[in-house]
């Protein structure tokens, strides 16, 4: 393999297509820049899936009579949006001025759609949140009615807007140059989507009584096997960027998702009889969904720091003739 | 103006319009014809100076006499040194400029009017070479920066180029991971986003850029970018003509996955050769299925989130 120019190159240009591995660059070095983002980034993702779900089943569990899946469910979404939050602001260069983020509004940005998303999902889940909050002398003065009849209007405003939380950073990833997360964009949301559902479901596992959690315990199974199986995708269908989600850190993160989202689904076929197996399982797909974003970012980081990420499918398209 | 699919992606003939403006100057451009780069990084220190640009720091790269390294937020010209095997050309220029002499002149290493080792016959050359290029912001006809950014930071001028404004910029790091060409970065220390801005204060004063005015060779030519085309088309011609077959351009065509570049290159080798990007495609050309894609995802998320309570109890 000939990463680097010097003595090699010519070598290199004949024997370019014998091997997928051969190719040129600028001594080796890197064609793209890496993501300036930090872990807020994936800690973000996670976050803010696991309170889109939690947002799903507040709404849900309000609707069948469940309070206490209601009421763990709001918080749940609330924590994960306050947290969602800190992580957004925190990983900008100058955090200071976060609010210019609502000067516009920007089809071709997702991360300027995401703004907005998260503008329309935030106030439902607040309201909700603190309707759960407050405290039992304060729910018969006016402004504890009013809050208690705006509630639930409130918390299905939010989990109609849910799906989009728990879809679009999946798009504010692709929409990238990032040849790993470029290149997983048809099957990106639906890992997110399922991430957040094992996430939501397994934090219902972990905060409510086995007989209050019965739609949590579903959620999060249906979210781990749509997980589990389009993350293996990510692995195997991508080309020549697959390898950045099988190899180094990205794939030791994200075997040890699969390991705990795995086991986490199938404990959650028991955790209807025992609140401890119910525990353990909430737990592990919390982790799992975790860790799995977190994998994901990783990959992309190492596909911008090898030009070969870049350059062999690109050259591998002009070689055939190929129009972008 | 009107928002079309061209917008985002395919040839566009009048940038400016398309973003907004009703009257405006013609699109202006870099050539950057590296056949005349001769390698002395006075577009990088002219850039430096007039934009006040701070140092890199003193980073000896052990690779090249290209200690830069790579474009950044404080270096918005890069000149790449390749240091190349290339075999003895066929019919090169210097060769029918100074027909090789007698092999067995004795060179006792002083001074003359020929070409280094033009005295003894192509044979006893080196198979070497040395290709140089000033790198820089391509502007792009779709620049992925300026789509992503979701302050409006970034914006596209009258001329057609792609510029930051420092004070609306809040540092998100989108566009660095919007460029498919790694150019723009976030600068250390004061986390906003900076690049090549094609010297705008200086084209509102009928200014060319700075690097522009001090290339010694004109390897650097800024004007409007029909003329450029039309220009570089001719050179790569000429550079036909005369046998260097390899000289082709990178980045002028509009039909590419950016749109064409309003900074482009006539080039020697293949792009990567240089850090460039064999096909560079702007990210939102697939914005459309993405985000049909989260779609289908989010309804699937919503349909399992409405089934999951439904049905009979299992416990």
Redesign the interface.
């Known amino acids: 393999m000939s990463r680097s120019?010097?003595?090699m190159?010519?070598d290199a240009?004949h024997q370019r297509t014998a091997s997928e591995e051969e190719?040129?660059?600028?001594?080796g070095?890197?064609?793209?820049?890496e993501?300036?983002?930090e872990w807020f980034v994936p800690a973000y993702l996670f976050a803010g899936g696991l309170s889109?779900?939690c947002a799903?089943?507040a709404a849900?569990?309000d609707?069948?009579r469940r309070p206490r899946l209601r009421k763990a469910a709001r918080l749940g979404a609330f924590g994960g949006l306050g947290t969602s939050m800190y992580f957004l602001i925190a990983?900008?260069?100058?955090?200071e001025?976060?609010h210019?983020?609502l000067?516009?509004a920007?089809p071709?940005?997702?991360?300027?759609v995401g703004?907005w998303i998260l503008v329309a999902y935030g106030p439902g889940v607040g309201v909700a949140a603190v309707a759960e909050l407050l405290p039992s002398r304060l729910r018969r003065s006016r402004a504890g009615t009013l809050l208690g009849a705006l509630a639930r209007p409130a918390g299905l405003a939010s989990?109609a807007v849910?799906?989009?939380v728990?879809?679009?950073t999946?798009?504010l990833l692709?929409?990238?140059?990032?040849p790993a997360?470029?290149e997983a964009?048809?099957r990106l949301?639906?890992v997110?989507?399922g991430s957040?559902?094992a996430a939501g479901g397994g934090f219902g596992m972990v905060c409510v009584p086995?007989?209050e959690a019965?739609?949590?315990r579903?959620?999060a199974a249906?979210?781990a096997v749509?997980e589990l199986v389009t993350s293996r995708q990510l692995d195997e269908r991508l080309g020549v960027v697959s390898e950045a989600y099988r190899t180094g850190t990205a794939h030791r993160l994200r075997r040890w998702s699969e390991y705990l989202t795995a086991g986490g689904a199938l404990g959650s076929l028991v955790a209807?009889?025992s609140r401890a197996a119910a525990v353990v399982s909430g737990l592990a797909l919390l982790a799992g969904s975790a860790l799995q974003r977190f994998g994901i970012f990783e990959a992309g980081v190492e596909s911008?720091k090898d030009?070969k990420y870049?350059?062999v499918p690109?050259?591998r398209?002009?070689d055939r003739g190929e129009?972008? | 103006m009107t928002v079309s699919r061209e917008s985002?992606f395919g040839p566009l003939d009048d940038v400016s319009g398309d973003a907004g403006y009703t009257e405006h100057p013609q699109r202006v451009g870099f050539f950057t014809d590296t056949s005349v780069c001769i390698g002395c990084k006075a577009c990088e220190v002219a850039c430096k100076e007039w934009n006040l640009l701070p140092d890199d720091g003193f980073d000896l790269l052990g690779?090249?006499f290209d200690n830069t390294?790579?474009l950044s937020a404080n270096s918005w010209r890069h000149v790449?040194f390749?240091?190349?095997?290339?075999?003895a050309r066929e019919s090169s220029p210097a060769r029918e400029a100074a027909p090789a002499r007698e092999a067995d002149a004795v060179d006792l290493g002083l001074p003359s009017f020929d070409l280094p080792g033009a005295g003894t016959g192509e044979e006893t050359r080196t198979d070497f070479r040395w290709l140089m290029s000033s790198d820089v912001c391509k502007h792009c006809t779709h620049a992925?920066c300026l789509?992503?950014?979701?302050?409006?930071?970034l914006f596209r001028t009258e001329f057609g180029t792609v510029v930051v404004q420092e004070d609306?910029?809040?540092?998100?790091?989108?566009c660095?991971?919007?460029?498919?060409?790694?150019?723009?970065?976030?600068r250390e220390g004061?986390?906003?986003?900076w690049k090549c801005t094609m010297c705008y204060d200086r084209l509102g004063d009928g200014l060319e850029p700075a690097c522009a005015k001090a290339c010694p060779t004109d390897s650097i030519q800024f004007g409007p970018l029909d003329e450029l085309r039309e220009r570089a088309r001719q050179r790569v011609e000429t550079l036909h003509e005369r046998g260097i077959t390899e000289a082709r351009l990178y980045g002028e065509d509009p039909?590419?996955?950016v749109g064409g570049d309003g900074a482009f290159f006539l080039l020697l080798d293949?792009p990567?050769?240089?850090?460039?990007?064999?096909?560079?495609?702007v990210?939102?050309?697939?914005?459309g299925?993405?985000?049909s894609?989260?779609?289908?995802?989010?309804?699937?998320?919503?349909a399992?989130?409405?089934?999951?309570?439904f049905g009979r109890?299992?416990?």
Not at chain 1, 29 to 33: D, F
Not at chain 2, 293 to 302: D, E, I, K, Q, T
Request: charged fraction near 20%.
């Open positions: 120019l010097g003595r190159s010519a240009a190719f040129r660059s600028y001594y070095r890197r064609v793209l820049k993501p300036v983002w889109a779900a799903e089943l849900g569990a609707l069948t990983d900008l260069g100058r955090p001025r976060f210019h983020m000067r516009v920007k071709s940005s997702p991360m300027s703004t989990a849910a799906p989009g728990a879809s679009y999946a798009v692709s929409h990238t140059a990032v997360w470029n964009r048809d949301p639906f997110f989507t957040a559902a086995v007989d019965e739609p949590a579903r959620l249906v979210g749509t209807g009889r911008t030009p870049v350059v690109q050259r398209r002009v129009q972008a | 985002f690779m090249s390294g790579e790449a390749i240091e190349q095997p290339a075999p992925g789509d992503v950014c979701p302050t409006g930071a609306i910029c809040n540092g998100c790091g989108y660095v991971s919007g460029c498919p060409y790694g150019v723009i970065d976030r004061d986390g906003r986003a039909n590419d996955g293949e990567e050769v240089y850090g460039l990007p064999p096909d560079p495609v990210p939102t050309r697939d914005a299925s993405m985000w894609r989260a779609g289908v995802a989010a309804a699937a998320f919503a399992a989130a409405v089934s999951v309570f109890s299992r416990r």
